[in-house]
């Protein structure tokens, strides 16, 4: 009994496997790759459908033929419709999101997307981009990835290009968030609040509860924008 319950596994693992192989021809590389929320849904339940029926005794190879085939049918129509009509393209992909506009971080935008700073600079970091200061325009993708355009000043060009000697690089330090001043960023740099008053001061802040984030950056100065800044403000 156990032999031949195993050769219905093997039978259902290998019509599975191809059936997922031809539908996923059919469907696209983007159900591999998971670019959107849709095709990342899609490639779970693909693997659901394939893995409850291997493992329910009851469901035979009928049931995985019908289940996958329909459900590939349906994906395979619901990324038809998405070349055809923009209306389902924004519906079932969803549209680029920016989070940063002309060097400013779009505080609704943020907000809309469920994100807060800290998540914004991780991202950035994973980007190669460690201060939102050099930041023009920010994108977040409905893959979840960023599309970052650069101010002219921070794109790349190498030091060696221009024949320069090497200088030391600094890591961008964030000394304010969400209007509170993170102090212990501020002793492991070296410096006390009669400082931090003074760089406010150079930037025409008064009060440090006004500012959505203010980095400093070692030979460059510290970085400050303001609710004010923000069109929406808090």
């Known amino acids: 009994m156990q032999g031949i319950h195993l050769w219905y596994v093997t039978i259902e693992l290998i019509v599975g496997f191809f059936l ?27 693997g ?10 009851k469901i035979g190879l009928p049931y ?3 289940s996958i085939c329909l459900w590939g049918v349906l994906l395979v129509v619901i990324e038809y419709l998405g070349q055809k009509s923009l209306f389902f393209r924004g519906l079932f992909e969803g549209k680029p999101s920016a989070l940063i506009k002309n060097g400013v971080v779009d505080l609704q935008a943020l907000k809309k997307n469920r994100m807060n700073l800290n998540q914004l600079q991780s991202l950035l970091r994973q980007s190669e981009t460690f201060s939102i200061r050099e930041v023009a325009y920010c994108y ?29 690089v600094y890591v961008p330090v964030t000394i304010i968030r969400d209007g509170k001043v993170l ?6 740099l070296g410096f006390d609040e009669s400082w931090l008053s003074k760089q406010l001061e150079s930037q025409q802040v008064t009060d440090y509860k006004t500012v959505l984030i203010a980095e400093w950056l070692e030979g460059d100065g510290i970085f ?7 069109p929406d403000g808090k």
């Open 20 to 46: 997922l192989f031809v539908i996923v021809r059919f469907a696209g590389r983007k159900v591999i790759k998971q670019v959107t929320p849709f095709t990342f849904i899609a490639s779970i339940v693909f």
């Open 48 to 57: 659901e459908l394939l893995g409850n029926a291997l493992y329910e005794p």
């Open 64 to 66: 995985i033929i019908y």
């Open 140 to 168: 977040l993708e409905a893959d979840g990835s960023l599309s970052i355009l650069k101010k002219s000043r921070y794109q790349k060009t190498t030091r060696e290009d221009l024949n320069l000697p090497d200088i030391p």
């Open 183 to 188: 102090w212990d960023e501020i002793k492991d």
């Open 224 to 230: 400050v924008q303001t609710y004010a800044t923000n």
